[in-house]
């Protein structure tokens, strides 16, 4: 009786990982035809593409003009950051300062690249 009972174990199980990789191997072949569907333009292949990215230098810093009316920015500004905290805040913004952006080339076409592809 024991080995019986070993061999309609082994029996389950094996009949259990195959509809386990057959249930899979269906789920991989809608994905893939639901990508033909819904992204035509889409590669499929896998291959990796490899985007040559042309930047062109930023211009030298020109001087430093003043805006035109900064106190209109700091309203925005202050508005927009008492906004986002629930307007409980009492808080002046009484200066801005605007920063550089130092990050490298790559980090900047990174970046672009990301934002293009949400869409």
Same mark, same amino acid.
């Given at each position: 009786?024991d080995?019986?009972?070993?061999?309609?174990?082994l029996?389950?199980?094996?009949?259990?990982? !195959?509809?386990?990789?057959?249930? *899979?191997l269906? *789920?991989?072949?809608?994905?893939? *035809?639901?990508? *033909?569907?819904? #992204?035509?333009? #889409?590669k499929?292949?896998?291959?990796?593409?490899v985007?040559?990215v042309?930047t062109?230098?930023?211009?030298a810093? %020109?001087?430093?003009?003043?805006l #035109?009316?900064?106190? %209109?920015l700091?309203?925005?500004?202050?508005? #927009?950051?008492?906004?986002?905290?629930?307007?409980? !805040?009492?808080?002046?913004?009484?200066n801005?300062?605007?920063?550089?952006? !130092? !990050?490298?080339a790559?980090?900047?076409?990174g970046?672009?690249?990301?934002?293009?592809?949400?869409?």
């Amino acid at each position: 009786m024991d080995a019986d009972k070993m061999i309609y174990a082994l029996f389950v199980t094996a009949m259990g990982m !195959s509809i386990v990789f057959i249930v *899979l191997l269906l *789920l991989r072949y809608v994905i893939a *035809l639901m990508k *033909l569907v819904f #992204a035509p333009n #889409a590669k499929t292949n896998g291959a990796a593409t490899v985007k040559v990215v042309t930047t062109v230098p930023d211009p030298a810093p %020109e001087a430093k003009e003043p805006l #035109a009316d900064e106190g %209109e920015l700091i309203a925005v500004i202050t508005a #927009a950051v008492v906004a986002f905290m629930g307007g409980r !805040s009492n808080f002046v913004v009484k200066n801005i300062t605007r920063v550089g952006d !130092s !990050s490298p080339a790559w980090a900047k076409s990174g970046r672009q690249e990301q934002m293009l592809n949400r869409f």
